[in-house]
Nanobody, 123 residues
Framework: QPQLVESGGGLVQPGGSLRLSCAAS????????IGWFRQAPGKDREGVSC????????YLVDSVKGRFTVSRDSAKNTVYLQMNSLKPEDTGTYYC????????????????WGNGTLVTVSS
């Protein structure tokens, strides 16, 4: 059974840091990019960052470049999102998704979703 399990969300002050983890199991990750998608209340789910399971190539949306870093541990089938210099506009539920390799880092390309982890950036 395909499964993506996120962890690491929480409440943090502006300027703070969090690290999200996504553990994948039950499917062949080599056919996918593993990504992080963010959904704020009343907004569409947007692709924040993705990483290829094969060559490690990465994507970051412009609004997080220089602040967020995506990485992977292939031996553990786990992807990490290190979030630094967090801003209130980073608030939302962060979902881990397995994006079919023929798609860019977009929600409609996701075959499998995690349940999400809430990130709140507030003073």
């Amino acid at each position: 059974q395909p499964q993506l399990v996120e962890s690491g969300g929480g409440l943090v002050q502006p300027g703070g840091s969090l690290r999200l983890s996504c553990a994948a199991s039950g499917f062949t990750v080599d056919y996918y990019r593993i990504g992080w998608f963010r959904q704020a209340p009343g907004k569409d789910r947007e692709g924040v960052s993705c990483i290829s399971a094969t060559d490690g190539s990465t994507y970051l949306v412009d609004s997080v470049k220089g602040r967020f870093t995506v990485s992977r541990d292939s031996a553990k089938n786990t992807v990490y999102l290190q979030m630094n210099s967090l801003k209130p506009e980073d608030t939302g539920t962060y979902y881990c998704g397995a994006v079919w390799h023929q798609y860019e880092c977009i929600a409609r390309g996701v075959h499998y979703w995690g349940n999400g982890t809430l990130v709140t950036v507030s003073s």
